[in-house]
């Protein structure tokens, strides 16, 4: 067992990620399977084409869903073929309450396992695992951060073909 890997501590010491703030999330499908949506070249100038899956869209609806269960805003995302990346304002609930990135990614990935599940088993089709166990987020800081992150996303479908997992 002293052979394994130790897995480093990304986290800000002593922040508090349940507090009010501004997050860049990222999640990824376990192995890093493209089974989200697919990009192709849309057009003469290379534009990417996305097309969601049967899942990619039923990871769009859960974000609706999120929303108004831990009183979030999601602001902006993109569903790739093996990951998604959003950001999320954390506000509170309205008694007050906050909930941790851990909570809201966990109850993200549960709420689309589960409507997966269901479509698997109606087709008689094995699940298995379906996200990577942890995610990667990241705290916004400043206006400029944000803007970055923004930028990210939008150009992430267009980077597609160069990603090592394309």
């Not at 002593?14 to 070249?41: A, K, M």
């Not at 990614?105 to 698997?120: D, F, T």
């Amino acid at each position: 067992m002293n052979d394994l890997p130790v897995r480093k501590n990304i986290r800000l010491k002593d922040y508090d990620y349940s507090q009010n703030g501004v997050y860049f999330i990222t999640i990824c499908i376990e192995n890093r399977e493209c089974g989200l949506s697919i990009i192709r070249r849309g057009d003469p100038c290379g534009r990417p084409e996305m097309t969601l899956t049967q899942l990619g869209e039923i990871c769009k609806k859960t974000f609706n869903t999120i929303e108004n269960t831990y009183i979030i805003k999601i602001d902006k995302y993109v569903i790739m073929p093996d990951h998604i990346h959003f950001i999320i304002f954390q506000t509170g609930d309205r008694e007050g309450r906050h909930y941790g990135n851990g909570s809201i990614v966990g109850g993200y990935k549960s709420l689309v396992a589960n409507e997966w599940l269901k479509i698997c088993k109606s087709n008689n089709i094995f699940m298995g695992k379906l996200w990577q166990s942890n995610y990667h987020d990241h705290i916004i800081r400043d206006e400029e951060d944000y803007k970055t992150k923004w930028q990210y996303i939008d150009e992430n479908p267009a980077k597609w073909a160069d990603d090592e997992h394309y």
